[in-house]
């Protein structure tokens, strides 16, 4: 069942390290801590991906920023309780990390596979110059009864054919982790930079 459960979240990154291990919590005296890797897209766009990493797999009292390494894991969601409400926060939980020597092109890599159920209504929508969008919330179910909500988005053909699914849905969805810069409106007079991070969707089908 675990075997299962790993099956239908998975994450495969190549990038660069580019900041210092934040700590995050501890359970049972395994401490886990926070670090970014940056990803590069063909468009030379970055994506900066956070990454949350045992101190059982890297020792997190050294720099490694600069460092190219692969990532395998799972991506992760949990609810943050903020300014009177729940915020959705992610990241990728790391299960194998592999330090590299270098990088080339060729290494780049960010993919991301989703076997799970469409928990909220999508929204589908056209920019101001016809491009089809669709945003989808899915459900993956993790041990213990647990679950990550994982926000994507599909465009074109992909946002079209998912715009007909409903709450309930079983999809399995292939595509890479992307970042989002966007500002938050604190109050009339304040706002907040803030990231978003989402999977960017390039091949999603549904299960009978």
């Known amino acids: 069942m675990a ?3 790993i099956e239908n979240n998975q ?25 970014d890797v940056s990803v590069s897209r063909l468009s030379n766009f970055v994506d900066y ?3 949350m990493v045992s101190e059982r797999l890297i020792d997190v009292t050294k720099d490694y920023e600069g460092q190219f390494v692969y990532i395998n894991g799972q991506f992760r969601s949990f609810n943050r309780h903020e300014e009177r409400k729940n915020r959705l926060v992610l990241s990728v939980f ?44 899915v459900a993956v179910n993790r041990s213990y009864g647990k679950s ?15 715009s007909g699914f409903v709450v309930g849905t079983h999809v399995q969805i292939w595509g890479r982790i992307q970042s989002r810069e966007y500002v938050k409106k ?6 907040e930079q803030r990231t978003a991070y989402e999977v960017s969707v390039s091949k999603i089908e549904f299960l009978e």
């Open 148 to 162: 990550d909500y994982i926000p994507c988005i599909c465009w074109g053909r992909n946002a079209r054919f998912a």
């Open 49 to 51: 991906i956070p990454v």
């Open 11 to 35: 994450v495969s990154i190549v990038g660069e390290i580019v900041s210092d291990f934040r700590f995050s919590h501890e359970v049972y005296g395994e401490g886990f801590y926070m670090v």
């Open 94 to 137: 790391a299960r194998e990390v592999e330090l590299m020597d270098g990088m080339t092109d060729e290494d780049a890599c960010n993919q991301i596979f989703l076997d799970g159920y469409i928990c909220k209504e999508s929204i589908y929508r056209k920019t101001p110059l016809g491009r089809e969008i669709a945003d989808l919330l």
């Open 186 to 191: 604190i109050s009339e007079t304040e706002v």
């Open 3 to 5: 075997d299962k459960i």
